[in-house]
């Protein structure tokens, strides 16, 4: 957890970007409560993106948490779906199925495997087909592991509990679907 004091430091950044607004002691227990996991060097680099793009409003604690995230996806050279279908492509005409290439990203790979795998893509007669179903399996695993890397530790733990419960649950009474 970051230090409260570092804490408390950014939060009046904030507060000077926006002299209309005063932290209540409550509304920083719950903005710590959101942010308090971050690094404190991710958190001040949020506040300052955010002070630069001139919101009209006090951010909210989610709207850090996405900043702060967007920062290193951004840095960690996160290709968009349009951008990982042409460096498919690309590989394609390069590589061809000869061998499964290495990509930029791990989600590329894991969107190949999710539409039929390098040879199916390679083969393929329909490249729209395969660029609808691949820029779509990519949005939704990209979603998946964004919110899966962005949630709150404590959130996961609890949902790991619960999830842990009803599998439990589900093996007593001899229902293998868990609901």
């Known amino acids: 957890m970051m230090d409260k004091f570092e804490f408390a430091k950014i939060l009046a ?27 404190t060097d991710l958190l001040k680099a949020a506040t300052l993106q955010i002070g630069s793009e001139a919101r009209p409003f006090f951010p909210a604690a989610g709207e850090l948490r996405q900043v702060a995230f ?11 779906a349009w951008d990982a279908w042409t460096e498919v492509c690309r590989k394609i005409g390069v590589d061809g199925h000869v061998h499964t290439p290495e990509f930029s990203h791990p989600l ?17 007669e329909n490249s729209v087909a395969d660029r609808a179903r691949f820029v779509q ?13 962005r949630m709150l ?8 509990r619960l999830a842990a419960g009803r599998q439990t649950a589900a093996l007593e009474t001899g229902d293998g679907s868990g609901d």
């Open 13 to 39: 950044i904030l507060e000077g970007m926006y002299p209309r607004f005063k932290l209540e002691p409550r509304a920083v227990e719950a903005y710590y409560a959101i942010l308090g996991d971050l690094p």
């Open 108 to 124: 590329v790979s894991q969107t190949i495997d999710a539409v039929g795998g390098w040879l199916t893509l390679c083969m393929s």
């Open 70 to 80: 967007d920062l290193i996806d951004q840095q960690a050279g996160v290709p968009n």
């Open 137 to 149: 399996a990519y949005e939704v695993l990209s979603k998946r592991e964004c919110y899966r890397v």
């Open 153 to 160: 530790p404590q959130v996961r733990a609890t949902a790991a």
